[in-house]
């Protein structure tokens, strides 16, 4: 497998309003939906596609009421440069497998009660 790094190479550019901003929105979100099998087979990930498309939806739904077109340029920057990343094998699989901690599930993170977390051994 032959890894061209220009192949994934976008010029950062700002939107021009907020239809555009949609636009390229969508675009990102469907350019890393179609990507995900492909990212699954790369990674030799044992996670099923749609696990993988649900965390994609997870990660887009986190910034889904920012209102600042500046900000949303900025995300869409990042969101490239880790699309780009991962699709150019630039990431070792523990930088893919960081999205799938049970840390980053918001009910994983606190014990159900205070001596069940001092048992358990956390903090």
Do not use: C
């Not at 901003?21 to 179609?34: E, G, N, S």
């Not at 030799?44 to 749609?50: A, D, G, K, Q, T």
């Not at 209102?67 to 930088?95: C, F, M, R």
């Amino acid at each position: 497998m032959t890894i061209n790094p220009a192949f994934l190479a976008q010029r950062t550019r700002s939107s021009v309003n907020w239809a555009d901003a949609q636009a390229r929105v969508r675009k990102a979100y469907r350019d890393w939906l179609r990507a995900s099998p492909e990212i699954q087979t790369m990674y030799s990930l044992n996670i099923p596609v749609s696990a993988i498309r649900t965390k994609i939806r997870q990660q887009f739904e986190r910034h889904r009421y920012v209102n600042q077109l500046k900000v949303v340029d900025v995300l869409l920057a990042q969101s490239h440069a880790e699309y780009q990343e991962t699709l150019n094998y630039w990431k070792q699989l523990s930088h893919v497998m960081k999205y799938f901690r049970p840390e980053e599930d918001p009910k994983a993170r606190l014990p159900p009660n205070f001596i069940s977390g001092f048992l358990e051994g956390r903090n």
